[in-house]
């Protein structure tokens, strides 16, 4: 099985791609963190399936453990669950050098590395992803931050980790929703830099739906290798990396109006791409036929295509607190073929309630 390198001027890292990935951690991490301590954080989901491997492979290797279990879900991604992880840590006085290590989904990773990245000024992160969407995208580029009440992901840092392990046994065991949610991400990521990996995505569904083994491998290496890319170009997302928020524009304002966790972040990517290609074909940025073509592999991997959502004003209200607002004008990734994107600030309102329209049941 593959592993993709990660490289920045000041630091890196690879993601290893593998089944029992977990079964190793302890020893991969030795190489990389000496200290005597190290936390595990677990995700309620896998606290008695891949929490004991985890748990066993860092006890061998000499780790005096703190482990600790998760509330779970998007609602408890934050600032009050920071507090109690930092009780935590404190309470065990962990020390700088400790590693601290999420094992879960993409809301684990993301508090888990806020905590990391904050406490006592920042210490060793390790992901440990066990959903899809995790492995191919939150796992990857050192992004880590909570949700508040005005949006999403709107407290944060760039704290890259020092090690990522995908066991991709996980995915065996990963329920439907979340391996469409996954799903979603995967075929963003070809939509905005890969025509041949949307052609492969669409023909390899039936057998990703199926958990093969071989395919589902096969996908998250191909996705790591694209979001490697695009971060190691633009870290901490002064320009390309910015393309990684295709349609999120628009997910993070359907999540954050309808409550975290009612509409799953990937199902809200899907509905978020279709919106912004909706947009971009409007403006003239792209053919028509790529929404189409974009809604029919995402209604093939049993993506909803269309939501019940509020009206335009409380969406619009939360689209203005998108981080990649910049002088009060709304940022959007827009494609201009598949393979394509680019950054658009011009656009009109109407063709902007236009494009949740074309997304509302």
Known sequence: MPSVPVRFPQHRYT???????????????????????????????????????????LEASGYELVEHVLPGGEESKNLDSVRALYDVLLGRKLERGAPVIALGGGVSGDLVGFVAATYLRGVPFVQCPTTLLAMVDSSVGGKVGVNVTQGKNLIGAFHQPVAVLADTIALRTLPVRELRCGL??????????????????????PALLALDADALAALVARNVAIKAAVVMADEKETGERAHLNFGHTFAHAIEAVTGYGVILHGEAVALGMLAAT?????????????????????????LAVRARLPDDERLLAAMALDKKVVRARIRFVLPTRLGAVELRDDVEPSAIRAAWKSIRA
């Open 15 to 57: 993601v290893v791609i593998e089944p029992r990935a977990l079964e190793h951690l302890g020893a991969s991490l030795r190489a990389v963190a000496t200290a005597s301590s190290a936390a595990l954080f677990v995700d309620p989901a896998v606290r008695g399936t891949l929490a004991p491997l985890a748990r066993a492979s």
């Open 184 to 205: 979603a991400e995967c075929i963003k990521h070809a939509v905005i830099r890969d025509p041949a990996l949307f052609a492969w995505t669409r023909e390899m569904l």
């Open 278 to 302: 909706t947009l971009a074909a409007s403006i003239g940025m792209c053919p028509g036929g790529l929404r189409d073509e974009l809604e029919a592999v995402l209604a093939a991997a049993g």
